[in-house]
Structures are given as C-alpha cells and as structure tokens.
C-alpha cells in the first residue's frame, strides 16, 4: 500500500491554464505538506495543515492555494499557471510534526510550455 | 536554526563505508541533527536524528562531536542503491519544519 500517494505523477499544461495536485495519505498522520523541488534540486517548503489548519504558509504566490478536506488530503490548486511554475511537486506527512517521521509521495512533475 | 555545510558531492566505493561530514558550528542546545535522502526521482527518506549522544539504527550511524559543532553520517557498507542526495539538518527540536539545503551528492560505485 502507498503510504502517500500523488496524482498526477506527469502534468503538462500550457501557461495560464489552472491545475490541481492531489495529495493523499493512509498512514493515519495529522500534518500535511506540500514542498517544491525547482531544476536547481532545492526542496522548498511550501505550505503545512495540521488537522485541516494551515500552520504553515511560506512566501509563496497567491495563485498557490492548499485545500484540506480531511486530515488524510491535501491538494494544491495552481492559478494561471507561469513558466518558472514547472518544477516536481512533493507532498508528505508526519504526525505531530515530528521532524523525523515525515513520508514523502513519490513527486508530481509539473511542466509548464 | 542553525545552517549547516556540507561538500557539494563525494565518491564511494561499492561495500565500503561511506562518512558523510556536516559542519553546524552554530548550533545550539536544544537543535537535533536529522539526516535525510533522496534517491534520484524520490521524494527524501528519513535516515537518522541525534541531539548529544552517537545514535545508530537499521540504515546507518550518526557521529555526533562532543562540542556539536559537527557530525558524520555513516553508512557503514554502501549499496549502489545508496547513491542519492545526503542532507542534513538542524531543528529546534522535533517540531521545526524540514528545510533542505543543497546536500551532498553521494555516487556509490562498484
């Protein structure tokens, strides 16, 4: 069993257009993160909810927007989509924030032509 | 928290034991040592944490210096598969946010 899972794995869109990445976890956690991977390799946290409340927002763009429906989800919805948003999408989760106990998906690559 | 500095990449040898140095000369009291991976096109895996005292488990070791201003990782027999980006980090206990730095570059060859 996939203890989180991402869909989709590939996502190629054209500028301006709006996407969502869906974010999924079965090992029972309460906290959620999104992370973005950039070409140079940095892996930037993004956002965090723990049981459905955003406790983290980094300096992100306002076309970035976290939706948790239930502590088991969290989606990431992208407005007009830029160029400079291509990059791998990463979710995870921890319980508690235990900074040793987060799992992470397998990644969302976003190309944006 | 503290930053952490870390040679950009490094060669091992395939069976042999890999020492991955981090420098955290400004690290305090109360801030752990994590070590994570990312095998290429993975999301990071957790390896390891300390605070004061030399920690070991299934995936390798952590050294931790007695002035704490610096640690090894240690993968005591290295697999091809452990080629992958080492990072590690400093966090005010177990609650701070996972930030990544650049990491090292770990090439395990046979």
């Known amino acids: 069993d996939t203890a989180v899972s991402q869909t989709p794995k590939y996502l190629v869109t054209q500028m301006g257009n709006d996407k969502s990445i869906k974010c999924e976890q079965n090992l029972g956690h309460d906290t959620m993160y999104w992370y973005k991977q950039d070409s140079k390799k940095f892996l930037k946290i993004m956002f965090s909810?723990?049981?459905?409340?955003?406790?983290i927002n980094e300096t992100v763009p306002n076309r970035f927007s976290p939706k948790s429906p239930d502590k088991a989800h969290l989606n990431l919805h992208i407005n007009s989509l830029e160029l400079g948003d291509s990059a791998v999408y990463f979710c995870?989760?921890?319980?508690?924030?235990?900074?040793?106990?987060?799992?992470f998906g397998s990644g969302t690559r976003l190309t944006v032509v | 928290d503290a930053k952490t500095t870390q040679p950009p990449s490094m060669d091992c040898a395939e069976g042999r034991a890999a020492n991955l140095p981090c420098n955290h000369s400004t690290i305090s009291g109360n801030e752990y040592v994590y070590w994570y991976r990312q095998i290429h096109s993975q999301g990071p895996q957790y390896i390891i944490h300390g605070l004061k005292n030399n920690e070991t488990n299934e995936m390798a070791s952590l050294i931790i210096t007695e002035d704490r201003k610096s640690s090894t990782l240690i993968l005591p027999h290295a697999t091809l598969r452990d080629t992958a980006v080492y990072y590690c980090i400093v966090l005010t206990d177990s609650w701070g946010k996972l930030q990544f730095g650049a990491g090292t570059q770990v090439v395990v060859t046979p």
């Open positions: 995870a989760s921890s319980q508690a924030r235990m900074a040793s106990g987060y799992t």
């Open positions: 909810y723990n049981n459905k409340e955003l406790i």
